[in-house]
């Protein structure tokens, strides 16, 4: 184990586990885990094979945040504080948000900062009851960098990350939840195999329809910002008609038998 930490991508059949690993400090994300991520995301984007991804802390957390041990080196230079967030933060963070996988979050315990920048890019999130979410880094004498703080507030909500960056809240899962940040809340001991009925059923699905659906999503979720996507959506939102995954979902259905994608 580097330590560093990793981010460590295990495929099981149409299933794509990625894990953030650093081992005593609840995987908080150093900036070669995060390049890692970058790196990880973009070779799932190009598969052929995969179907869903988990993402998903090793030992009972998610990610506590920031690895602040290795601030130092670069925090205190405006040019190298530019560089870790524009490059090395937001590159694992858009490798996320630009693939065309399902992205399902299993989160545990501590979801703090980076972990919750991570779970916000992820389109399910299921968590177990232990889990906890916040980003009180005001606390360390310093904001959330901008491009984050919009895609923590367009997922938490603005009203939640005023409360979490200017009061360094930290909520508990029933609260996220009833906040719309979280799919399903879990006890612990059921958290696993809960999650893996709810990918089993997804990987069953179109794939097609899935990257399709996520494109969509994408789009209409203001990235391209300043740019108006609907008449490119329009433009190529139905070349899928004669595709075999349309035809066979279709001829399935009527046939009275599970689809074969």
């Given at each position: 184990?580097?330590?560093?930490?990793?981010?460590?991508?295990?495929?099981?059949?149409?299933?794509?586990?990625?894990?953030?690993?650093?081992?005593?400090?609840?995987?908080?994300?150093?900036r070669p885990m995060w390049r890692e991520l970058r790196r990880v995301f973009e070779e799932l984007a190009l598969s052929e094979t995969v179907?869903?991804?988990?993402?998903?802390?090793?030992?009972?957390?998610?990610?506590?945040?920031?690895?602040?041990?290795?601030?130092?080196?670069?925090?205190?230079?405006?040019?190298?504080?530019?560089?870790?967030?524009?490059?090395?933060?937001?590159?694992?963070?858009?490798?996320?948000?630009?693939?065309?996988?399902?992205?399902?979050?299993?989160?545990?315990?501590?979801?703090?900062?980076?972990?919750?920048?991570?779970?916000?890019?992820?389109?399910?999130?299921?968590?177990?009851?232990?889990?906890?979410?916040?980003?009180?880094?005001?606390?360390?004498?310093?904001?959330?960098?901008?491009?984050?703080a919009q895609l923590v507030a367009h997922a938490v909500g603005e009203l939640t990350a005023r409360e979490?960056?200017?009061?360094?809240?930290?909520?508990?899962?029933?609260?996220?939840?009833?906040?719309?940040?979280?799919?399903?809340?879990?006890?612990?001991?059921?958290?696993?195999?809960?999650?893996?009925?709810?990918?089993?059923?997804?990987?069953?699905?179109?794939?097609?329809?899935?990257?399709?659906?996520?494109?969509?999503?994408?789009?209409?979720?203001?990235?391209?910002?300043?740019?108006?996507?609907?008449?490119?959506?329009?433009?190529?939102?139905?070349?899928?008609?004669?595709?075999?995954?349309?035809?066979?979902?279709?001829?399935?259905?009527?046939?009275?038998?599970?689809?074969?994608?």
């Open positions: 184990m580097s330590p560093s930490g990793r981010v460590d991508s295990r495929i099981d059949g149409g299933l794509a586990r990625v894990t953030l690993c650093h081992p005593g400090k609840f995987n908080a994300m150093s179907r869903c991804v988990l993402v998903q802390g090793h030992e009972g957390h998610f990610c506590a945040g920031g690895d602040i041990s290795e601030y130092p080196d670069f925090r205190f230079d405006e040019a190298a504080l530019r560089a870790f967030h524009e490059d090395d933060v937001w590159g694992g963070l858009s490798a996320m948000l630009d693939c065309d996988l399902p992205v399902v979050a299993q989160i545990a315990g501590n979801c703090m900062g980076a972990g919750l920048e991570i779970a916000s890019c992820c389109d399910l999130r299921v968590a177990s009851e232990s889990a906890r979410f916040g980003a009180p880094i005001a606390k360390l004498g310093f904001p959330m960098a901008p491009r984050e979490m960056l200017l009061a360094a809240a930290v909520l508990p899962a029933t609260e996220m939840k009833a906040r719309g940040f979280l799919n399903r809340v879990l006890p612990v001991d059921t958290l696993d195999t809960e999650i893996r009925t709810l990918i089993d059923g997804m990987i069953r699905l179109s794939p097609l329809a899935a990257r399709l659906n996520k494109q969509t999503l994408r789009a209409l979720g203001g990235r391209g910002q300043g740019v108006d996507s609907s008449a490119a959506l329009l433009a190529g939102a139905y070349r899928y008609a004669d595709s075999a995954e349309h035809i066979e979902g279709i001829s399935a259905f009527l046939a009275k038998r599970p689809p074969q994608f």
